[in-house]
């Protein structure tokens, strides 16, 4: 199984979010669906930046990391 870290953007504010999955068009259309507390008020919303991780772990320590650098 491969697992996601990604970052997608509010096209109506610019503000970035960062997250993990396994599915990414799923979770992409769950946040464009407004089925997201965090981005449901930001929609609609574009993927910016994903990478491929082969274990969950390693997915959520790269996007803790990325959530730390944000700024």
């Known amino acids: ?5 990604y970052i997608i953007q509010s096209e ?5 979010y960062t997250g993990h999955t396994a599915n990414l068009n799923a979770r992409i259309t769950r946040n464009n669906d407004g089925r997201v507390t ?3 008020h930001r929609r609609p ?4 930046y994903f990478e491929e991780f082969n274990t969950r ?7 803790a ?3 730390t650098s944000e700024g």
Do not use: I, N, P, Q
């Open 1 to 5: 199984m491969v697992f996601y870290v």
């Open 12 to 16: 109506k504010d610019g503000k970035f």
């Open 38 to 40: 965090s981005t449901k």
């Open 45 to 48: 919303l574009k993927l910016f």
């Open 57 to 63: 772990s390693e997915a959520m320590k790269r996007e």
């Open 65 to 67: 990391y990325l959530k």
